[in-house]
């Protein structure tokens, strides 16, 4: 049985965690980076900037996780959006797919047609 001192400094150090093997031959183990836990995956590459959900061709919604072609169609036939909360209410993508897109993507409305340049509401006749 191991004396009282080395058995306390033994049950502290499993206690605390640390690891009292090292040895000098450790040292380069020590040294190796650890691999990054699953949780730290590269994920996927996302765009560079918003996409706009009105405006964006099929190649650009399919940079967006889990925009396949058939996403993209349907994205596409069912424009223009007033906001991009409509892609999940109108079940145009899944709500899994509509969770992970909505900060990558917006939906910039078009200008209105005979708009007038000052400024100003177009008058009724």
Do not use: H, W
Not at 67 to 75: M, T
Not at 94 to 99: F, M
């Amino acid at each position: 049985m191991p004396s009282r001192p080395i058995f306390f400094v033994l049950v502290a150090a499993a206690l605390l965690g640390s690891d009292l093997s090292l040895a000098a031959g450790d040292k380069a183990r020590d040294a190796a980076p650890a691999p990054a836990p699953a949780s730290q995956a590269k994920a996927p590459a996302s765009p560079a900037k918003l996409v706009d959900i009105n405006s964006a061709s099929r190649a650009e919604l399919k940079t967006l996780p889990g925009i396949g072609d058939a996403e993209a169609d349907r994205i596409i036939a069912a424009r223009p959006y007033p906001s991009k909360a409509k892609l999940g209410a109108d079940k145009v993508v899944t709500d899994e797919t509509y969770l992970a897109i909505r900060s990558l993507v917006v939906a910039v409305q078009p200008p209105e047609t005979g708009s007038r340049t000052d400024g100003k509401a177009p008058t009724k006749p």
